[in-house]
């Protein structure tokens, strides 16, 4: 049986006795990528949590926070099916009781560039959540997707240096059936939007197939790919797992962000690289 909470005391009584929590946050309008993060997470506590909250502080002016969807009841239906233990269904006045910021998490360089350069407060405001997300469910594990890599980087970092005494683990993105990673704000594509969006997953293996060759030849059939959709992408980057310099001959990420008709979406791929010699 699956438990809706919404107060802080009613997630303290529910938790009450769980011995190892692992934990999957999301804002909701849950797809299959979410369910996958739940199947991940289910085995490794004794309790599965999950907490739906859009977030404000996480969305910039002008960007879709009033918009963005919410699905409530297909979502508690979706946890009772992947067997959620708790659901943790905060208002905004909950989380942010004294008000929308005084103190906050600041991710330091690395939320600066991608994502960050292009939405300058984004990740501030979810490691600000989370953290407190994190005080409030207390999880051993918590489980995020690769999908958004360069957020699973900063709260893995996060809980490192703030010592948060929780295990930050990644899970593969989930894709539909042309390889478009799946997002909540694939609803808002156009069909013929849609159809082009699958180049982006197309870049991203025809640069894994070009990697033997090295980083000039990853960027450039990613770059051709994108060109032929007539996408002009926001990024397109490689880097090392920790979002420094990648290194020829070594595990590397290729990360990708373009708009494609009104949403702005994103995407990656780890990738081996090659000397290119
Ligand atoms: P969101 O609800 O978009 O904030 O996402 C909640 C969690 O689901 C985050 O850890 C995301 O990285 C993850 N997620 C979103 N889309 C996917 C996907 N297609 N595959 C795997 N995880 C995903």
Same mark, same amino acid.
């Given at each position: 049986?699956?438990?809706i909470?919404q107060?802080?005391a009613e997630?303290? +009584?529910a938790?009450?006795g769980?011995?190892?929590?692992?934990f999957?946050p999301?804002?909701?309008?849950l %797809?299959?990528g979410h369910?996958?993060?739940l199947?991940?997470?289910?085995p490794l506590g004794d309790?599965?949590?999950?907490?739906?909250?859009?977030?404000p502080t996480?969305f910039?002016e002008?960007?879709d926070?009033e918009d963005?969807?919410?699905?409530?009841e297909?979502?508690?239906?979706?946890?009772?099916?992947?067997g959620?233990?708790?659901?943790?269904?905060?208002?905004?006045?909950?989380?942010y009781?004294t008000?929308?910021?005084?103190i906050?998490v600041?991710?330091g360089?690395?939320?600066?560039?991608?994502?960050g350069? *292009?939405?300058p407060? %984004?990740f +501030?405001g979810v490691?600000t959540?989370?953290a407190?997300l994190?005080?409030?469910?207390?999880p051993?594990v918590?489980?995020f997707?690769?999908k958004?890599?360069?957020?699973l980087?900063?709260?893995?970092q996060m809980?490192?240096?703030?010592?948060l005494d929780?295990?930050?683990?990644?899970?593969?993105t989930a894709?539909?059936g042309d390889?478009l990673?799946?997002?909540s704000?694939?609803?808002?594509?156009?069909?013929?939007?849609?159809?082009?969006?699958a180049a982006l997953?197309? *870049?991203?293996?025809?640069a894994?197939?070009?990697?033997?060759r090295g980083?000039e030849a990853v960027?450039?059939?990613?770059?051709r790919v994108?060109?032929?959709?007539?996408?002009?992408?926001d990024y397109?980057v490689?880097?090392?797992r920790d979002?420094g310099?990648?290194?020829?001959g070594?595990?590397?990420?290729?990360?990708?962000a373009a708009r494609?008709?009104?949403?702005?979406?994103i995407d990656?791929t *780890?990738l081996h690289?090659g000397?290119?010699?």
């Amino acid at each position: 049986m699956t438990r809706i909470v919404q107060s802080r005391a009613e997630l303290r +009584a529910a938790l009450d006795g769980r011995a190892k929590v692992a934990f999957v946050p999301t804002m909701g309008a849950l %797809h299959a990528g979410h369910v996958s993060l739940l199947e991940t997470a289910r085995p490794l506590g004794d309790a599965l949590v999950a907490s739906i909250f859009v977030n404000p502080t996480q969305f910039g002016e002008g960007e879709d926070f009033e918009d963005y969807p919410r699905t409530l009841e297909a979502d508690l239906a979706q946890c009772e099916a992947a067997g959620v233990d708790i659901v943790f269904c905060p208002t905004v006045e909950t989380v942010y009781p004294t008000g929308l910021g005084d103190i906050t998490v600041q991710p330091g360089r690395l939320g600066s560039i991608l994502e960050g350069a *292009a939405r300058p407060t %984004h990740f +501030a405001g979810v490691l600000t959540v989370v953290a407190k997300l994190f005080g409030l469910v207390r999880p051993a594990v918590a489980v995020f997707g690769e999908k958004d890599y360069q957020q699973l980087v900063l709260i893995r970092q996060m809980a490192a240096e703030l010592c948060l005494d929780v295990e930050v683990l990644g899970s593969p993105t989930a894709r539909e059936g042309d390889g478009l990673a799946m997002s909540s704000r694939n609803v808002y594509l156009t069909p013929e939007d849609r159809a082009r969006a699958a180049a982006l997953p197309q *870049a991203l293996r025809a640069a894994v197939e070009a990697s033997p060759r090295g980083a000039e030849a990853v960027l450039e059939s990613a770059q051709r790919v994108l060109a032929e959709a007539g996408i002009d992408p926001d990024y397109l980057v490689l880097a090392d797992r920790d979002l420094g310099p990648a290194t020829p001959g070594d595990e590397a990420r290729l990360l990708v962000a373009a708009r494609i008709g009104r949403p702005r979406l994103i995407d990656n791929t *780890a990738l081996h690289l090659g000397t290119g010699s």
